[in-house]
């Protein structure tokens, strides 16, 4: 990765967070996005309400849900669970903010998972939290270390390793260490719903006051894997890029979620039109 690659990412992420604060200034409450609560917050909000629990070690895990979540959730029990308990629910692509103005419950901008990790590191840089880095390949876990040390020479990093274990005792091991560690923020590159899944089983035993599961941004982060311009992320079209870059693995995935999507909004926008309530399964919805 090289420094002009570091330098737009965090330009990136302060862009997305002035054109949210035009949208919509301290916002609260959440939409009811095809029967999962998403909170209506902007991206600075977001990183706020997630720091603010820091200095009391207030553990607090983010889910960021797109149309291929939301789809599996829908067939995945416990997933739909872990969205329905999470400490916060933000939205991570564009459709979802789209979906919000089309069921008249408009979500204030996206939460853009990448962005997000890019913003956590700023914020933990300036006011000195540490973070543990969890997931991906072992190279790809030292490249991504090594440019965030690059980009935030400040940032305190409390650990970092790779996301395979090869045993129980093994993947214990790690969750120990990230308690011993003191780690304010967790990080963890894994994929939906693995890394929900993770986080729910050992969340109390991390004792990390904030949890994010970034999914393949350290492949971003060590270089590995470009990030759409940004035209492509303001109009909805950063998963198209995505296959572009890796299409045998991507296409009938996208394909098949996305259409799937649209016909649950289409769906329940014709419930809606006909007074129907939400005709979709709901889950038990937080109560924070």
Known sequence: ??????????????????????VVAGHNGRANILGFMVDKMTLQQCVERLVAGIPERRCQHIVLVNA???????????????????????ADG???????????????????GTDLMNQLFHVAAERGYRIYLLGSTA???????????????KLQIAGYRH??????????????????SRADILLVGMSTPMKEKWVRKYKNDLATPVIH????????????????????????????????????RLWRRY????????????????ANLFGAKNTLPQGRTRTG
């Open 139 to 153: 190279e790809l876990i030292e490249r991504a270390v090594a440019n965030v040390k690059q980009r935030y020479p």
């Open 255 to 270: 394909l098949v979620t996305n259409s799937i999507y649209i016909g649950l909004v289409i769906r329940q926008v014709v």
């Open 163 to 180: 996301g395979y274990f090869s045993s129980l005792e093994q993947e214990r091991e790690t969750v120990a260490a990230i308690a011993a």
């Open 213 to 248: 599961g970034v999914g393949g941004s350290f492949d971003i982060l060590a270089g590995y894997v470009k990030r759409a311009p940004l035209w492509m992320q303001c109009s909805g079209l950063e998963w198209f890029y995505r296959v572009l870059q890796e299409p045998k």
């Open 68 to 90: 291929a979540k939301i789809v599996r959730a829908r067939e995945d029990a416990e997933l739909a669970q872990i969205i329905h308990t999470a400490d916060l629910v933000g």
């Open 1 to 22: 990765m090289n420094g002009q690659t570091l330098v737009k990412e965090p330009e990136r992420a302060v862009k997305e967070t002035k054109r949210q604060s035009r």
């Open 94 to 112: 564009v459709p979802i903010v789209w979906t919000s103005q089309v069921l008249a419950q408009p979500l204030p901008g996206r939460v853009n």
